[in-house]
């Protein structure tokens, strides 16, 4: 029996994580945060039998308190309930399925807490990588990558030498806007964002991949991941996602994984590593599929997969800088308080402006984090 706790149980990935835990007997829900949805998060309560929840939202929290009062499970709120969730006793891994660097402080308790990780939240090892990777060293714990591309590497590394790689080809779709121009960029609304052509995600991954940001973000995920230098990082477009990238080793083979795009596999295969499980969806057909393609990534029209290139090279706190100035500028676009290229415009103002610091702790993290918030609401009027 593996027993699993999930922060953002309410999400694309967590609704995902909970749908195979109903089709696999020996994986046991032990706890489940999320951030306002009062009467999702009582569903499940009810049908998986968590020890402890938690809601961000106080007023959220409180609600639901009153709402499972019959239940044994204790309801929490705020950091506090993160926490509560991220190092429980019981659970064996955390899944982290929530949006954004506020998955930071939970992920390294539940590290330091001896929890193996499965990761979807990408920002937080963009912005605090140096602080987790040699963290989970220490407490030999597992980083799972649940993140397609970073399962299909990682599923492309099993077995070999990782000494042996050359680089990793981290396949993209281009998103819904592939193959616009700069002026075309300038009238795309929160709709035509939000039409992703082959995965159904929650809505501000949905907006990083217009603006090829969630690539970028990728990009340094994979550095951090795989061990991997800057230059060992390609790119590569591919618009029908049946690749999910791959890995060219020193004598030229490439290694890839391949399958439809569906987030239940590299999910399951997070779960239950290094084992395979049955896993009942639709299986790529070659001869209907007919074709792959591939094409170079536009970085001059999508300066979002750019700018990650240049806060990567910068290091030490700018990545935490391009993660919070798009986390911020994705919210007003989603708010319509701003155009969509004003994005990639705040990311790199907000670059701009920083003085790096070298080495951030989590504290220095989360400052540079309101830093850029603040410089964001200083200098745009919206
Ligand atoms: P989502 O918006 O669908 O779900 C987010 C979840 O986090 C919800 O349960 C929400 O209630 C919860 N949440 C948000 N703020 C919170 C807070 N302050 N405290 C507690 N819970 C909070 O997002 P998603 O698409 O599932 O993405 C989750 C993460 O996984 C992101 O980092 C994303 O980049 C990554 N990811 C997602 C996909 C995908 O297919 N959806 C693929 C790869 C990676
Ligand atoms: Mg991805």
Same mark, same amino acid.
């Given at each position: 029996m593996k027993r699993i706790a999930i922060l953002g149980s309410t999400g694309s990935i967590g609704t995902q994580t909970l749908e195979i835990v109903r089709e696999n007997r020996d994986l046991e829900v032990v706890a489940l945060a999320a951030g306002r949805s009062v009467e999702l998060l009582e569903q499940q309560i009810r049908e998986f039998s968590p020890k402890v929840v938690a809601l961000w939202d106080e007023k959220a929290a409180e609600a639901l308190r009153i709402k499972v009062a019959d239940l044994p499970v204790k309801v929490y709120a705020g950091m506090e309930g993160l926490l509560a969730v991220a190092v429980l006793e019981e659970a064996d891994v955390l899944? +982290? =399925? &929530?949006?954004?660097? &506020?998955?930071?402080?939970? +992920?390294?308790? =539940?590290? @330091?807490?001896? $929890?193996?990780? =499965?990761? =979807?939240?990408? @920002? +937080?090892?963009? +912005?605090?990588?140096?602080? &987790?990777?040699?963290?989970? $060293?220490?407490?030999?714990?597992s980083i799972l990558p649940v993140d397609s591309e970073h399962s299909a590497i990682f599923q492309s590394l099993h077995g070999e030498n990782r000494a042996q790689m050359e680089k990793i080809l981290l396949t993209a779709s281009g998103g819904p806007f592939r193959g616009k121009t700069y002026e075309e960029l300038k009238s795309m609304k929160v709709e035509d964002a939000l039409k992703h052509p082959n995965w159904s995600m929650g809505q501000k991954i949905t907006i990083d991949s217009a603006t090829l940001v969630n690539k970028g973000l990728e990009v340094m995920e994979a550095k951090w991941l795989f061990g991997a230098d800057l230059d060992q990082i390609q790119v590569v477009v591919h618009p029908q996602s049946i690749i999910h990238s791959m890995v060219q080793y020193v004598d030229g083979a490439i290694i890839a994984q391949l399958g439809m795009p569906d987030m239940k596999l590299p999910i399951l295969y997070a779960l239950y590593y290094p084992d395979r499980m049955p896993l009942g969806e639709k299986r790529v057909d070659f001869f209907k599929l007919h074709s792959m393609t591939f094409e170079e990534p536009d970085t001059k029209t999508f300066r979002g997969l750019k700018l990650a290139y240049d806060a990567a090279t910068a290091g030490g706190s700018m990545p935490t800088v391009y993660n919070a100035a798009n986390e911020k500028a994705v919210g007003l676009f989603l708010q319509r308080r701003i155009d969509f290229l004003t994005i990639p415009e705040m990311i790199e103002a907000a670059m701009t402006e920083h003085r790096v610091i070298a080495a951030p702790d989590v504290d220095e993290i989360l400052a540079t984090e309101a830093a850029t918030y603040e410089m964001i609401e200083s200098r745009w009027h919206f």
């Open positions: 899944v +982290t =399925a &929530i949006v954004g660097m &506020i998955g930071i402080r939970p +992920t390294i308790a =539940a590290i @330091e807490a001896g $929890k193996d990780i =499965a990761l =979807a939240n990408k @920002e +937080t090892l963009v +912005t605090a990588g140096h602080i &987790i990777m040699p963290l989970a $060293k220490k407490h030999g714990v």
